[in-house]
Every structure is written in C-alpha cells, then in structure tokens.
C-alpha cells in the first residue's frame, strides 16, 4: 500500500509539473529586461530586476525598480504573456510627483518594448508630462486623495486593442516614505 501510495503521490506531482509548464508555454510575449537603458536615465542610484510568476495566472512577470538620488523610485513591471501588460509607477516623496518625476515615467515608456511596437507615434515624455496635468489632481484635498481614471481618448495602441488607466494616490502622512504614487498601465492585445 505504501508503494502505490508513494507511485500515486509521485505521478500526481509529475502532473502537477506538467501542468504548470504547458501553462508557462502557452505565453507567446515574452517580458523583455531594459535594466540598461533604464540606468542611463539621469540621476539613477541603483536598478533592481526581479523575475517572477503571478500567483492567480502563473505568468511571468518581470519587475524593474529604479532609485533615483532625490527619493523618488520608479517600477516598470511587464506581465505578458498573450497580451501585453505594462505598469509604470513613481513613488515620490512629494505629495504630488514633479516634473522630473514624470520625465523619469517618459524615460522609462520610451524603453518599455511594448511602447515602442504600439505608441511609437506619440512623444512618451510629452505624454507622461501631460499626466500631471489630468484634471482629476485639482479635485483633490490638500490631506491626499486618489484617482483612478481611463486614457483611452489620449492613448492608444496603433492597430490593436488596448486600455490605458491613469492611478494615483496621495497622504498627507510626513512619516512615509513615499507620499504619493502615480501609475499607468497600459494592456495591449486580449480579448
């Protein structure tokens, strides 16, 4: 009994192996490392690229932190796998980001593949500045707030489907560390 029991438990993970890896297989994008161009962005201390899998989808997902000499750390993270799915976040330690700030979510589109296939017909400097102009941050009280709202009417992909929504999040808390994040994702492909 012993022996079929260890035979069973042995082909259930065989199984279990082999399912994870046709699952892993069936990604058709692969995340891309841009470690290197994002530490030629001006002012960075120190690029740090983590691999992992999604816990609900098992799909790679491949994450990027950027620190920069003011505070102000930035994380691009790609998670393709039958679609394209990028998220660029600032974490500031102002309330609001700065205009560098979002030069540095500019830099960080500008070397992002998925942008460079889609959204090469729009300046991603000029783009990421305009965030900081959304009519959503003059609606916010002076103690923080958040905002989540859709750019499809000023971004989209070049002959694909694609959604791009502008978050942000803010305290008045001088204890954090970051006292405000600022992120867009862009999804490119799906259903």
Not at 72 to 84: D, G, I, P
Not at 132 to 146: C, K, R, T, Y
Request: charged content about 20%; hydrophobic content about 40%.
């Amino acid at each position: 009994m012993t022996r079929n029991r260890a035979a069973a438990c042995g082909f259930l993970a065989g199984l279990s192996i082999l399912a994870f890896e046709a699952r892993a297989q069936e990604c058709t994008i692969e995340n891309r490392d841009v470690s290197d161009a994002l530490k030629r962005i001006p002012d960075v201390l120190a690029v740090q690229v983590s691999n992992r899998r999604d816990p609900d989808s098992e799909e790679p997902v491949l994450r990027e932190v950027v620190d920069f000499a003011d505070g102000t750390t930035l994380v691009l993270e790609q998670q393709n796998c039958l679609m394209h799915n990028l998220r660029v976040t600032l974490l500031s330690p102002g309330q609001t980001p700065d205009e560098a700030g979002l030069r540095r979510i500019g830099a960080a589109l500008a070397v992002a593949p998925v942008w460079a296939m889609y959204f090469a017909r729009y300046d991603p400097v000029a783009i990421a500045t305009a965030l900081g102009q959304a009519p959503e941050f003059s609606s916010l009280q002076p103690s923080g707030g958040q905002f989540s709202t859709p750019l499809g009417d000023r971004l989209t992909a070049q002959d694909e489907s694609s959604e791009a929504i502008l978050s942000f999040m803010s305290t008045d808390a001088y204890a954090a560390q970051y006292r405000s994040m600022l992120s867009l994702y862009i999804g490119v492909g799906g259903q």
